[in-house]
C-alpha cells in the first residue's frame, strides 16, 4: 500500500506545462510573445501572477495595466483554485502545453473574487489546510503546529521547497 507521504510527493512534483498568452484586446505596443512556465499542481495562479505579468508589462502600455487575471477557453480561472485542480476541471482533455490566456482588463466582477496581496493566498491556503486536517485527523496536527511550523508550510509552498513542506505534520 502507498504511504500517504509517497502520494505527497509524488503530487508535489507534479507540473503542468502552460503557455500564457496576451489576451488579443489589450492595447500593446509591439506583439507579445508567449509565455512558457511549468507550473506546479499544488500552488496557485496568484503565485506565478509577478512572473507573467512581468513578462507582459514590456509590451504594454502601463496606463492599461490594471488588475490581471487568467482565463482557459472563455472561462476565468478561480485563484483560489489549486492549479491542478483547475487543469483537471477545464483542460485535463486537452493538448499540453496548456494555453492560458492573460487579461489586464474587463475584471469579471460576477465570476472572480479579488485578490490583492499574498496575504489573502496564504490566509486561504491555511484555511484550506485546516480543513483538510479537520477531515483527516479531526484537526489533531494543525492544532499541534506552531505558528512558525504554519509559515514554514506556506513558504515551503510559496518557494516551491519540498523538504520546507514539515514533512512529520502532513
Known amino acids: 500500500m502507498t504511504d500517504d507521504k509517497d502520494v505527497l510527493r509524488d503530487v508535489w512534483f ?36 509577478d512572473k507573467v505579468k512581468k513578462h507582459f508589462q ?11 487575471w487568467f482565463e482557459y477557453e ?10 491542478g485542480l483547475l487543469f483537471d476541471l477545464h483542460a485535463s482533455n486537452t493538448a499540453l502545453p496548456w494555453s492560458i490566456t492573460v487579461h489586464f482588463k474587463n ?10 496581496s499574498k496575504d489573502v493566498i496564504e490566509a486561504h491556503f491555511m484555511a484550506c489546510i485546516k480543513e483538510a486536517d479537520a477531515l483527516k485527523h479531526k484537526s489533531q496536527v494543525i492544532n499541534e503546529m ?25
Open 58 to 68: 514590456k509590451v504594454m502600455r502601463q496606463e492599461e495595466v490594471s488588475e490581471i
Open 74 to 83: 472563455g472561462t476565468p480561472l478561480k485563484w483560489h483554485y489549486p492549479i
Open 107 to 116: 475584471f469579471p466582477e460576477k465570476d472572480l473574487l479579488h485578490c490583492h
Open 146 to 170: 506552531q505558528k512558525k511550523d504554519h509559515k514554514q508550510l506556506w513558504m515551503g509552498l510559496q518557494n516551491g521547497n519540498y523538504n520546507a513542506l514539515s514533512i512529520n505534520y502532513i
Open 14 to 49: 507534479g507540473r503542468i506545462p502552460t503557455c500564457f498568452t496576451l489576451y488579443q484586446d489589450e492595447i500593446t505596443e509591439r506583439e507579445a510573445e508567449p509565455y512558457y512556465l511549468l507550473l506546479p499542481r499544488i500552488s496557485y495562479l496568484t503565485l506565478v501572477t
